[in-house]
């Protein structure tokens, strides 16, 4: 895992080289083990390295091939380096290295763009073609990796982090307008490819660029559709040993690496398999890569409804992996803020990223590089709640009666732990929980931007466009975009097998039946894990807390430095009745307020977010 940035100039100017060393200084986090620097002409390509393939100096970047025509800047890990090697080599290509980083730019010399649909991994790269004077720079398929980019008439800049591109003497930090709206009103983040900083966008996942003198182009190279169909009961038992053994594949697949490797451990069965996959490849070939005993690393908390130690441990036990646990304070979460809020760059819609920072920085303690981790799961097989209901509600469109009195009846014995649970308590949990504001309070806490256009989000009502939403708009991108930030901060490569793209393709083409069944959630993966995770654990029907610690932490450690912001005014003053907000954190702390928890976090934060980066809003 690396840092990388450049410039491409569309003048004749030279290349500011101070600018390039600067931009690099502020990405020295991200690969603080080696640094390289490359300027030709009006190009210039910077590199920060963290060793995790080939620890030699040979493996350097920026990387040049022989004739000297290519150069190469590259942030990820190509997890099949090795298969394209071997492909490669049968066509007569020769290497030098062991890196995955040699095999990537052989690639492309090799098939051009053509490359992208052979290489399976998490990247963000940059290519400078001497010869046709031309750079090329393109994204993962899901976007774990990535770039964030500056264009006007003179230059083309891009980074692998925002503050790098403030280095910038002509781009000041202006807050994005719409991108505040939409955070403010709708907790929506990373929804676009604009960010909260003016004229600052991000290359959208699956897209590569071209940048010469002419200009820009982009284009996508990658796309998938989830499958509307709701039932194939005959062949999900052939479907549940194929995930099974994509799921086995994409995690030993990202074992590979020349340093130890770790996993993050929550709990839930996401995690859990990982950590147990991990446990049965151990006695094979991996010992060297995982240690005889795998680490993992997990946060918890001391309120017993949120307590994942029970679950954890099952899988302690079941394993004897090496236990680090974690337990975030809300006093040390306002101790990092600054901190945090430097590596994340933008506003963020929970305190739960403070725990997996947490977690991470335990990670770099304990002297790891590389863990593996199970994002991306609950998007694809609808690990979350609201997806139950979405599956209700496709299922009464399609009148299919006797799938919906199946559905509604297992799900309602999925709720039997809720016996002796006021009803409204419950209702009002998931009011305040869904961060949903009603007309009147849209209309008092936000007069200067109601008129304005409300973001598209493209959703017609059916679940496979829902579960794709959560994938490309609402839920994964913020959440890679955590980790990114979270695990480079503490020098920390991160690793995601549920985003396989075979994975990823192969849960797409099953239908519906095979994410939600009988009241199940994640049904495909619960079934491909029988003899794999803790029984508990793998038909576990997860408890529903009514208070979380942030909504504790806003009502007493945190709430007198709410109330300072709120007196400052700052940003909070271009967009909320400043008047309105204060009355209502007022009934917040004492239980009455008709807003939820995440609104006064995010007003909170947004002002902490453009103190931090001495934003503009004008």
Known sequence: MCGIAGLFRFDNREIDTDLLLKMRKRLVHRGPEDQGIFVSGHVGLVHNRLKIIDLSERSRQPMSDPSGRYTVVYNGEIYNYIEIKAELERDNVQFNTSSDTEVLLAAYIHWGSDCLHKLNG?????IWDDQEKQLFCARDRLGVKPIYFYQDDQ????????????????LRARANSTAVRDYLMFGMVDHSCDTFFRDIHKLPPANYIRINRRGTNCSRYWDFEISKHLDDSENIPAAVAKFRDHLKEAV???????????????????????????NSLIPAQHKQQAGVYQKTYSSVFP???LDERPFINDVIAATKAESHIVTPEPQGFLDELDEIMWHQEEPFSSSS????????RKISETGLKVVLDGQGADEQLCGYRKFSYFYLLELFNRHSPGKLFREVIHSLKNFTYFKGIDFKHSLRYFHKKSGWLNPSALHSLFPPVLDADLPEIGYNGSLADRIKLDMTRFSLPSLLRYEDKNSMAFSIESRTPFLDFRIVEFLASLPLHAKIFNGWTKYILREAMKGVIPERIRLRRDKLAFDTPQDEWLRNQWRDMVQSVYKKGGILSENIDLKRLNLEYSKFLTGNSTLSGNMFFRTFLLHKWAERFSVSYQ
């Not at 998490?122 to 940059?126: G, T």
């Open 122 to 126: 998490m990247f963000a790269f940059a």
């Open 155 to 170: 230059q083309f800049v891009f980074a692998s982090e925002i503050k790098a591109l403030l280095c910038l003497q002509n």
């Open 252 to 278: 030993q697949i990202r074992l590979r690496s020349d340093v130890p490797v770790g996993s993050c451990l929550s709990g839930g069965v996401d995690s859990s398999s990982i950590v147990c996959l991990i």
């Open 303 to 305: 309120i017993t409804a």
């Open 353 to 360: 990223i403070y725990a997996q920072w947490c977690v991470f």
